[in-house]
Structure formats: C-alpha cells, structure tokens
C-alpha cells in the first residue's frame, strides 16, 4: 500500500505548488466597484466581486488561452518590475497583477501601463471579467425574469461576435435549460438555441 501512497501524494504536493495568476481592480464608485479573478496553471479560474466572496463564479479557460495569458506573465517577468507609466492620466482603478508558486508570491500595482505586454494580459483579465459579468446576467435573468432573457442573450450575443468572451462553455448549461423550457418566450428559446450552437460549433473546429 506504501507504494501507491507515495506518488499519490508527490501529485497532491506538486499540484499545490503549481504557479496562479491573481488579478484585482479596485475602482470606488465603478459598478462593481471591485472585481478579481484568479487563473490556476490548468485553466480552472473563478471570478468574484468582493474580496470575501465565497461562492466565486468558476469558469475554465480553453488550453490555448491559459498559455496565452501564462506566457505574458512570464514576459513581464511575473510581476518583479513596476509597470506605471510615467505620464499623468485619469484615475481608472487599481490593478493588481500577482504571481503564486507555491510559498512564493510577486506583486505589481498600477493604474495606467503603457507596457504592451502589461496591457494585453490586462485585457484578457478584463475579458474573464466581462464573461463572468455576462453570465451572471443571464442566469439571473432566466430564474428571476423571463421577460428579461432576450435582452441577455442579445447583450451575450454582442459580446460574442466583438470576441469579449472567453471560456464559452460556462454559458451551455443556462442557454440549453432556456432552450428546453417552454415557459420561456419562443424568440429566446430560438436565440439561445443559436448561441449554444455557434459555441458548440467552434468546439467542434477545434
């Protein structure tokens, strides 16, 4: 028995020092005023909008996207640099790049960067962010206002054709409930029946 213990337990033990990416934005007065996101090595993400919140939105990135976003922090070298640039602009939160592995931990915090780098993984935390957004919309809509769904769908719709979604799947389980349940409007039902199959399309082309 002594043999299987011990490599079950090397996986526990390297699995928990496998490197996370944390990302936050505090901006008094923005709706929400606080927003965080965190991007384990294997795609697995959650999404909150208070530092205490314990029941985080989860979602999981495609293969392909956690490189991306992994491969930027590696370029700015996991946060050990400042990225503020030295040029006066308007207040616009907070942000908060952080890097785990394991007992180590780097942190960088700006509000404006003209880094390229800096910029292209803040618009991908962004694109989480706006994802989870959007799927707590819909969700919310379809159990507590059906009149509304349409609207939600439409508003998905939109951000999917500007490619402002990320991790797609995590809509299925709403948009295929909304398709089989007939107490919802037909034209939602049609919408959300496109969308699930747009996204389950570009699945398939995968």
Do not use: C
Not at 86 to 115: C, H, L, Q, W
Not at 148 to 172: C, H
């Amino acid at each position: 028995m002594k043999w299987f213990l011990f490599p079950l337990l090397a996986v526990s033990l390297f699995g928990a020092d496998a490197p996370r990416l944390f990302f936050s934005r505090e901006f008094p007065g923005s709706v929400p005023p606080y927003i965080q996101v965190t991007i384990e090595s294997n795609g697995d993400g959650d999404y909150r909008e208070a530092v205490d919140d314990e029941l985080p939105l989860k979602f999981k990135l495609k293969e392909a996207d956690t490189k991306a976003v992994f491969d930027l922090a590696d370029k700015l070298d996991h946060f050990k640099n400042p990225l503020e640039a030295p040029v006066k602009v308007a207040f616009m939160g907070t942000k908060t790049f952080r890097y785990i592995e394991g007992d180590k931990k780097t942190e960088v915090k700006f509000n404006y960067s003209a880094d390229t780098n800096a910029q292209a993984l803040l618009d991908w935390f962004e694109k989480m962010a706006e994802s989870a957004a959007y799927r707590m919309n819909l969700d919310r809509a379809a159990k507590y206002d059906h009149l509304g769904v349409f609207k939600a769908l439409l508003q998905l719709e939109s951000a999917m054709d500007r490619g402002r979604l990320v991790a797609p799947d995590q809509y299925l389980p709403t948009l295929d409930r909304i398709i089989k349940n007939e107490t919802y409007m037909h034209t939602a039902r049609a919408r959300a029946s496109e969308i699930a199959e747009t996204i389950r399309g570009a699945k398939r082309q995968q």
